[in-house]
């Protein structure tokens, strides 16, 4: 039988004989219309059934997708929004006091916790307690010094997000007020300490406004003490150019005698009284103990 035969007599069985004698199913002749007549041809069913469906192909494209682009396929998520914040807090009334009064920023720092706006400001009203208190130490309040603190207190009182309780509070009577170092400290005492340190960098200006006088130079030298005492800070330029400590009496030249405070000397015979520095305790001490010495030598010479 010629290949020929062979090859339609397998058409007719439904195998088709490959090159290598091995057989496959043949196609089912179906009706197709075409021009002119039917042609009867069909896919196998095994062919048909190793072709993956359209469902599939795009089950496998989108599984693709997924796999190079992770960060699409990830669910999207939206950040909570943050809670309004009560524009009476501490942080509020201090941002705002600093927006409208920027020449009024005490401190180097930046001001970032509820803890730190507290601390701020008590440190602003510290600020004009402590201005009041040194304008007014020498008795005399000059035009200078009180212009300056009222440009302070015009300042508060234009901070509206300020509560009024707060801002009744600072008024053009503190100018003729008179305020004891104790008012000052129930601010300062709340301050952190390097904020005191800076404050303490500026008292001697505030002092200075219109000059600076004996009295005035002694407040601050007991406010620089006080800070001392609170943070351990020095403050050194302070001693420059100081006279020395003088216990001696300059009625009867009889040596003053100490209180336990160590900031004041009194004569025992006939109540000369000298206000110390509370710098220079240390200082005033050794020269108690120079004093004491000497008239027991006098003494002894004698």
């Not at 009182?157 to 008012?183: C, G, H, L």
């Not at 009496?249 to 110390?276: E, V």
Request: hydrophobic share 35%; proline share 5%; charged share 25%.
């Amino acid at each position: 039988m010629g290949f020929g035969m062979r090859f339609l007599d397998s058409l007719v069985k439904g195998t088709v004989n490959t090159i290598g004698g091995a057989s496959r199913p043949a196609a089912t002749p179906t009706a197709t219309p075409v021009a002119g007549g039917t042609m009867s041809y069909s896919v196998p069913s095994q062919m048909a059934s190793s072709q993956p469906s359209l469902e599939e192909k795009q089950k496998a494209m989108l599984a693709k997708y997924r796999k190079d682009h992770p960060a699409a396929s990830a669910p999207a998520t939206t950040a909570p929004a943050a809670p309004k914040e009560d524009p009476y807090s501490p942080r509020q009334i201090g941002e705002r006091f600093l927006a409208q009064c920027p020449e009024y920023k005490l401190t180097d720092k930046d001001v970032h916790s509820e803890e730190e706006m507290d601390q701020y400001i008590n440190y602003v009203f510290g600020y004009v307690a402590l201005c009041n208190y040194l304008i007014h130490v020498d008795g005399e309040v000059t035009q200078e010094e009180a212009d300056e603190v009222a440009r302070i207190i015009g300042c508060l009182r234009r901070t509206k997000e300020i509560p009024t309780k707060y801002r009744q509070s600072f008024s053009n009577a503190m100018i003729s007020s008179v305020m004891t170092f104790d008012d000052v400290r129930k601010y300062l005492d709340k301050t952190d300490s390097s904020s005191l340190i800076y404050l303490g960098t500026r008292a001697q200006d505030i002092a200075a406004i219109s000059g600076m006088t004996d009295k005035e130079q002694m407040a601050v030298d007991s406010f620089l003490y006080y800070i001392e005492q609170k943070t351990g800070h020095r403050f050194d330029h302070v001693y420059k150019e100081k006279a020395p400590v003088n216990l001696t009496c300059p009625t009867c030249a009889s040596i003053l005698k100490l209180d336990k405070t160590l900031s004041m000397a009194k004569c025992p015979y006939c109540g000369f009284t000298r206000i110390l520095d509370a710098n220079r305790i240390e200082e005033t001490q050794k020269e108690l103990a120079r004093e004491e010495a000497l008239q027991k030598d006098k003494k002894e010479d004698t």
